[in-house]
């Protein structure tokens, strides 16, 4: 069985076809465009309140964390003294009509914290006789015209098409950390099936044949919603992928997959690793001796035929199972298949059926949907 302990991984490598998976644009007809929005002036007082009253949350999860040093958080609460317009804050509204920020965290944060006495006055610039208060110990005046000032606050509804609200989200993703598509996909749609993701990501049978991909993206967590949203529905796939696994992850986010398909999972999982130790969806280096980037499209191209194949006749016949892996990789339309554009439905089918067809071609049982590529 080839198969090595520990292989010659660069501990930054990149996972391939990234980049073209993220830039996809959402396929979305344009009477389905719809995006609903409602426009609010809160005071900060009203604002304070709803997060007491858990009516505004304020998601740390999928929110990068409250980053602001005083200084900064104080200069803010000065522009509100000064009744200086401060940017908008963008909400969504939940199910249940409570609303969660999506953009201005740290502006709501500080807002909250001052109001609460957890931070007095640090490096105000005009007013400066207000330095080292906490509201407290403000005048009555100025505690009054503090809490009554507002922000301009931007609700997107419920009633909003889902895609669309991923795709705002997107938008109001900036900053020095954004995060990835999976990462939004945590915050937006939590539940069973997110709570699942994550217990999966942390089973030795799943991230043991990854290869040493490490973790810091929620790429496991994703590799492991790729498989569920491909294997549900194979036949009937078309792009954009990233709105398939957003759509999948909506319509299922208070479930978990049913048992049979966890099983196939976990079953296809433990296949790859008797057949291929570890190096199942890394590429070759260059040079040849080590191993290179984790590719997601060579993911799809073993995962899914091995799904649907008899597994037990895969793992007696581990070395030709392993020269077709090879083979593969050296035809060219095969590496197209995994290397550019992998997201299109024809180079989808291109790769998992080549592998489906090796695997019958050495008298493996495989019956993997075929991709109707009209």
């Not at 479930?255 to 190096?279: L, N, Q, S, W, Y």
Request: proline share 3%; net charge negative; glycine share 6%.
């Amino acid at each position: 069985m080839s198969q090595v302990d520990m292989f010659d991984v660069d501990p930054d490598d990149e996972v391939e076809d990234v980049t073209e998976e993220q830039s996809e644009p959402l396929v979305i007809t344009q009477e389905e465009r719809r995006l609903v929005t409602q426009p609010y002036d809160l005071s900060l007082a009203t604002l304070v309140d709803d997060i007491e009253r858990k009516r505004l949350m304020l998601n740390i999860e999928y929110q990068r964390k409250y980053v602001w040093d005083r200084a900064k958080a104080s200069r803010l609460i000065e522009s509100f003294l000064l009744n200086i317009p401060v940017p908008v804050c963008y909400f969504a509204e939940n199910e249940d009509g409570t609303y969660e920020v999506i953009d201005g965290l740290q502006r709501i944060t500080t807002i909250r914290d001052f109001l609460e006495n957890q931070f007095p006055l640090r490096g105000v610039s005009i007013l400066r006789e207000l330095e080292n208060l906490t509201f407290a110990e403000m005048s009555t005046r100025d505690q009054r015209r503090l809490q009554n000032r507002t922000v301009r606050c931007i609700v997107i509804t419920e009633d909003s098409h889902p895609d669309i609200k991923f795709d705002v989200f997107e938008r109001l993703n900036t900053g020095s950390a954004r995060l990835v598509h999976q990462e939004l996909r945590n915050c937006i749609y939590r539940g069973e099936l997110n709570k699942y993701l994550k217990e999966l990501s942390g089973r030795e049978f799943f991230y043991g044949i990854l290869g040493g991909l490490r973790n810091h993206r929620m790429d496991y967590e994703e590799l492991a919603l790729r498989f569920f949203a491909l294997y549900e529905d194979f036949a009937a796939y078309r792009p954009p992928l990233r709105q398939l696994l957003n759509t999948y992850m909506r319509v299922h986010r208070k479930e978990v997959p049913d048992v049979a398909a966890a099983e196939v999972f976990e079953d296809t999982c433990r296949t790859v690793a008797h057949v291929f130790g570890k190096e199942a969806f890394r590429l070759r280096s260059k040079g040849g001796g080590s191993l290179g980037a984790f590719n997601k499209a060579l993911f799809d191209a073993i995962m899914l035929p091995l799904a649907f194949a008899d597994r037990a006749k895969v793992m007696k016949n581990g070395p030709a199972v392993r020269e077709l892996r090879e083979g593969l990789l050296q035809d060219e339309e095969f590496s197209t298949a995994i290397g550019r554009a992998t997201a299109d439905r024809s180079r989808m089918r291109l790769r998992t059926h080549a592998f489906a067809e090796g695997l019958m071609k050495i008298g493996i049982k495989c019956d993997l949907p075929q991709i109707k590529l009209k």
